[in-house]
């Protein structure tokens, strides 16, 4: 198996929403990952036959922490669901996480951002998906601009 290891381009698209289905129902926003041009939940479909959505802002915490540099430990609600070293990337379509959410580990060094090792939110398998390699630099303009 090989991967393809260049440099990818990543924008994160926030959309507001209005949600009725999950716990906190009301105005929402979602952080849309596309990485060169393609929706991850589009990529996600590709790797593991079943759809997914954009994941809610408010799980990433403010300015997008937990896709950051240092991470963030797990809010209660989800430490069931993401192991320390993982970030939840997308969520279920039905809204709650547990169901049907994705998690990949994102790791950081001087000049790369990688999304690696993508799972199941049950962590029940290994999702044949990424590495996604991104420049520093870009992925934080994009991240500090969502």
């Not at 547990?98 to 090792?117: H, K, S, T, Y």
Request: glycine share 10%.
């Amino acid at each position: 198996m090989s991967f393809e290891t260049s440099i990818r381009t990543l924008d994160l698209q926030v959309t507001d929403v209005i949600e009725f289905r999950r716990a906190g129902a009301g105005r929402q926003q979602r952080v849309h990952a596309v990485i060169n041009g393609t929706e991850l939940t589009q990529l996600w479909h590709g790797a593991v036959g079943r759809w997914a959505a954009p994941i809610w802002s408010s799980v990433l915490g403010p300015s997008l922490e937990w896709w950051g540099p240092n991470g963030k430990p797990p809010p209660a609600a989800l430490s069931e669901w993401v192991p320390v070293g993982y970030a939840p990337v997308l969520t279920c379509r039905c809204g709650d996480f547990a169901c049907g959410g994705a998690l990949a580990q994102i790791r950081f060094d001087r000049r790369l951002v990688i999304w690696a090792n993508f799972k199941t939110a049950k962590f029940e398998k290994d999702v044949p998906l990424g590495p996604f390699i991104f420049g520093r630099r870009a992925y934080e303009v994009a991240r500090d601009a969502s």
